[in-house]
């Protein structure tokens, strides 16, 4: 078995005996990208009790949290790199989104936001109307446009 050394095992593995809660940041990584009018934001959770997750929108603001279970007490554990506890994070939305329809989902530890654009933010099409043009309105030797309004 490959061992790496790291001078602070002892202490991580100390703090969270005592504190219930692993001693380095958790960590929730993203990827986003956009796919046609919506965007889907996924992120890594796995051996994250669905029941634990929570999701809370505020004006265009997302805020997820997590939670794994820490480790049984009464377990001698000879490594503990999982972290564990608490997990949080924060996704700041363009006005572009229409944050009233996200849907959620989370599948084999991957939880999936899907964020449509907003009707208002699609790109779309004004129409130009055409008539005659300005009218002229004699008036002595001089002429005035006059625009209808």
Not at 11 to 20: I, K, M, T
Not at 27 to 46: H, N
Not at 57 to 66: D, G, K, Q
Request: hydrophobic share 40%; glycine share 6%.
């Amino acid at each position: 078995m490959l061992m790496r050394t790291d001078p602070f095992r002892d202490l991580d593995r100390f703090a969270q005996q005592v504190l219930g809660t692993a001693a380095r940041p958790a960590v929730m990584p993203m990827d986003a990208w956009r796919d046609g009018e919506r965007f889907v934001v996924e992120f890594d959770l796995p051996g994250i009790d669905p029941a634990s997750l929570d999701i809370d929108i505020e004006r265009n603001v997302v805020t997820l949290r997590a939670e794994r279970a820490g480790v049984d007490p009464n377990r001698e554990m000879l490594a503990s790199e999982r972290p564990r506890g608490v997990f949080s994070r924060q996704l700041v939305l363009g006005e572009n989104l229409d944050t009233d329809r996200i849907e959620a989902s989370y599948r084999e530890g991957v939880l999936r936001l899907q964020i449509p654009v907003a009707e208002k933010a699609k790109p779309r099409k004004i129409s130009v109307a055409r008539d005659n043009g300005p009218k002229a309105i004699n008036e002595g030797d001089e002429q005035h446009a006059v625009i209808d309004a």
